[in-house]
């Protein structure tokens, strides 16, 4: 079994190539959970591409709740999807009473504001309904984005894989970008939100390892943004730091890797950049990381990356096909939805880089 894997392809494709990924083989699964992140969707949701789509898991009256709150807030539905779970006692599966991903258009007085105001708007939204669905637990809120759907539950992957009829290609759940994990890391109990991946304003990120610098991440990010909540995992701060990087400073991906596994000092002196570098080290210091770790993320462009740091022995694995390309914690993975691709051809990303996949499908390498 794999822990952290993404596919990104030039056709939609349905999310059981994503669980042959993660899972090629049906023995020696962990019962922590499964979850992932579809962007650029087809199926159900492909006349709504460029309106919100609501992701949760919630209680009866948790859906009454969301939908009186949407209602009191002028988001009118447009379409949605609520998956009938297979009905079997052997399944090993926390199953909430619904699930229910709808596409709603924006209130009236937002359709011609800028992008920015409704990414705003929407994270307003999300949070507001986390709230909610927290104070009274009955439900979890998990993405309120255009073209973006995630699903998250407890139990074993393939049973819950079973439960969603995601073996089952209906055509219902299409995409082009998935990020997918089939085992938690967490730093509490196993719950529905330390399920990677996370989301936040169109970035997705999941995470293999350990960041031992989690609680000084976490204390510097609350006082970032109103976005930075939860802290159910380590991983998240991966997720806030990519936000703040590249959406509140507006910095390109490179300086990602500088924020979270700077360079040392003694190297610094050296380079042309070197003062700049070093300016960065020292004010953003706080969002260091300290691994064993590597990263998977999706960009709100769609682009997939990926990275680790010197403590991660056993990095990722990049591989593609010319239609479609994938990255595995372990090479099984690849293995099993890529079985004809040229092996010699494969990215094993090392500590000083960042690997971003675009959408012609090219594989780019930066340096640190």
């Not at 040392?264 to 002196?269: A, V």
Request: charged residues 25%; glycine residues 6%; contains cysteine.
């Amino acid at each position: 079994m794999c822990r952290i894997g993404a596919i990104k392809s030039k056709e939609f494709f349905h999310p059981s190539a994503a669980l042959h990924l993660m899972l090629p083989q049906q023995e020696g699964h962990d019962n922590s959970g499964f979850a992932m992140v579809m962007q650029d969707m087809a199926g159900v949701f492909s006349k709504y591409k460029d309106k919100p789509l609501l992701s949760l898991a919630c209680t009866q009256k948790g859906a009454k709740l969301v939908e009186d709150y949407m209602e009191a807030n002028d988001f009118r539905q447009l379409a949605e999807w609520i998956p009938r779970g297979v009905k079997n006692v052997k399944l090993d599966i926390k199953a909430m009473p619904y699930y229910i991903f709808r596409n709603y258009d924006y209130p009236e007085y937002y359709r011609d504001a800028s992008e920015e105001a409704k990414g705003e708007l929407l994270l307003d939204t999300r949070l507001a309904l986390r709230e909610l669905l927290e104070k009274q637990e009955q439900g979890y809120v998990y993405s309120f984005w255009p073209d973006v759907l995630t699903l998250k539950e407890i139990g074993d992957p393939w049973d819950i894989a079973t439960y969603f009829k995601l073996w089952d290609n209906n055509g219902d759940l299409m995409a082009k970008n998935v990020v997918v994990q089939c085992r938690q890391n967490t730093n509490y109990d196993i719950v529905r939100y330390a399920a990677h991946p996370f989301f936040l304003q169109g970035y997705t990120l999941c995470a293999n390892g350990e960041n031992t610098f989690y609680t000084k991440n976490k204390e510097y990010q609350k006082s970032l943004h109103r976005g930075y909540i939860g802290f159910e995992s380590d991983s998240q701060n991966f997720l806030y730091t990519l936000h703040y990087v590249l959406q509140e400073l507006k910095w390109p991906i490179k300086y990602y890797k500088h924020v979270i596994t700077p360079l040392p000092f003694n190297e610094l002196s050296l380079r042309s950049d070197g003062a700049e570098l070093r300016a960065i080290r020292q004010s953003l210091g706080s969002l260091e990381i300290n691994g064993p770790n590597t990263v998977i993320g999706m960009l709100p462009n769609g682009n997939i990356i990926t990275c680790c740091d010197s403590k991660k022995l056993r990095p990722v694995v990049v591989g593609g096909d010319g239609t479609m390309v994938a990255i595995a914690s372990e090479v099984c993975g690849l293995n099993a939805i890529l079985p004809h691709r040229n092996q010699e051809q494969d990215v094993y990303p090392n500590e000083r880089e960042v690997v971003i996949i675009n959408d012609a499908l090219e594989v780019e390498r930066w340096k640190q």
